[in-house]
């Protein structure tokens, strides 16, 4: 069974960069046909889809948060890391990593405030 384990700052200040990791255990990051993601959940709000990377480590975004998003992979730690820029307080969520069609993170409280 494949393991997702989040990782990063709790608090942010607001136009900082929030960067968050995610540590993959039980399975390769770069195994055929397995797709990572990020996604959020604000207080109160839905799930949304933030972004993936296929096992190529092609990428894709949501059209609403493509200019302040990147997301990145260290294949050698079996890692892959979002970054979001400018952050501001409705930032503020619950950011999970998940591998498409499988496992979650348990997820990790991310707080954007001065």
């Known amino acids: 069974q494949v393991q997702l384990q989040e990782s990063g700052p709790g608090l942010v200040k607001p136009s900082q960069t929030l960067s968050l990791t995610c540590t993959v255990s039980g399975g390769s990051i770069t195994t055929n046909n397995y797709y990572w993601t990020w996604i959020r959940q604000p207080p109160g709000k839905g799930l949304e889809w933030m972004g993936g990377?296929?096992?190529?480590?092609?990428?894709h975004y949501s059209p609403a948060l493509k200019s302040r998003t990147s997301i990145s992979r260290d294949t050698s730690k079996n890692q892959f890391t979002l970054q979001l820029s400018s952050v501001t307080p409705e930032d503020t969520a619950v950011y999970y990593c998940?591998?498409?069609?499988?496992?979650w993170g348990q997820g990790t409280q991310v707080t954007v405030s001065s």
């Open positions: 998940h591998r498409h069609n499988g496992d």
């Open positions: 990377m296929g096992y190529t480590g092609t990428t």
